[in-house]
């Protein structure tokens, strides 16, 4: 079956810095969308950042100039740099793809099952 795994989650202080990665696997004709999304306690899940297969990116407002997204397309990974986190960025991070697993089948979203980012001094 797919499986999408993230790594790279942590504590990190205010002002720090932390690079999540996602790699699927498994059966996988394309994979055409990728994206982190996060839900803190208490709050709905939300998307942080999205990249398509060509390149295209969106982040949500809170992240723009701090998360870079990134993609290996040969690799079927994703990854996410965060740069500059504050207590506001804490969170469960998951990794999405949005892909076929053959040509037959139809496009829908598969996640991992997601890596705390805790931001704390």
């Known amino acids: 079956q797919v499986q999408l795994v993230e790594s790279g989650g942590g504590l990190v202080q205010p002002g720090g810095s932390l690079r999540l990665s996602c790699a699927a696997s498994?059966?996988?004709?394309?994979?055409?969308?990728m994206g982190w999304h996060r839900q803190a306690p208490g709050q709905q899940r939300e998307l942080v950042a999205a990249?398509?297969?060509?390149?295209?990116?969106n982040y949500t407002d809170s992240v723009k100039g701090r998360f870079t997204i990134s993609r290996d397309n040969a690799k079927n990974t994703v990854y996410l740099q965060m740069n500059s986190l504050q207590p506001e960025d804490t969170a469960v991070y998951l990794c999405?793809?949005?892909?076929?697993?053959?040509?037959?089948?139809?496009?829908?979203?598969?996640w991992g099952q997601g890596t705390q980012v805790t931001v704390s001094s």
């Open positions: 999405n793809a949005n892909l076929r697993v053959t040509i037959s089948r139809p496009i829908r979203d598969y």
């Open positions: 498994g059966r996988i004709f394309n994979i055409y969308g």
């Open positions: 990249i398509a297969s060509g390149g295209h990116t």
